[in-house]
């Protein structure tokens, strides 16, 4: 980035990632996660969630109970960010939201 900034000045740069945060909204609009979900959906997306997480904490511990895990870790690995990452989706806008809230210090939870 920095070479980037050199060689095209700031305000070539700024126009360059301007338009590609641009390509990326439209994209997001397009294909990115609803905004709400149903419960099924939501329940769904939890268990794609955790899952990669609980397997990464207990595989260095019990990895040898699972099916072809000391062959495969590599494929697990894969898999399970996969995993993470395509549960964010599934679980819709406001677990966006959720989510980002435990990394602002003044976000306090509200249940309807």
Do not use: C
């Not at 894969?78 to 602002?104: A, C, Q």
């Amino acid at each position: 980035m920095l070479i980037a900034v050199a060689i095209m000045g700031k305000e070539g740069f700024e126009f360059l990632t301007a338009g590609i945060k641009r390509r990326l909204g439209k994209f997001f609009e397009v294909y990115g996660p609803a905004e709400r979900v149903s419960r099924a959906r939501y329940r769904v997306g939890l268990v794609m969630f955790a899952l990669p997480i609980l397997i990464g904490w207990v595989a260095p511990y019990l990895g040898h109970h699972l099916p072809g895990y000391e062959a495969n870790e590599l494929v697990y690995a894969v898999v399970g960010d996969l995993m993470l990452l395509s549960s964010l989706f599934v679980l819709g806008g406001e677990f966006w939201d959720k989510l980002r809230s435990l990394f602002v210090h003044d976000a306090r939870a509200v249940f309807s």
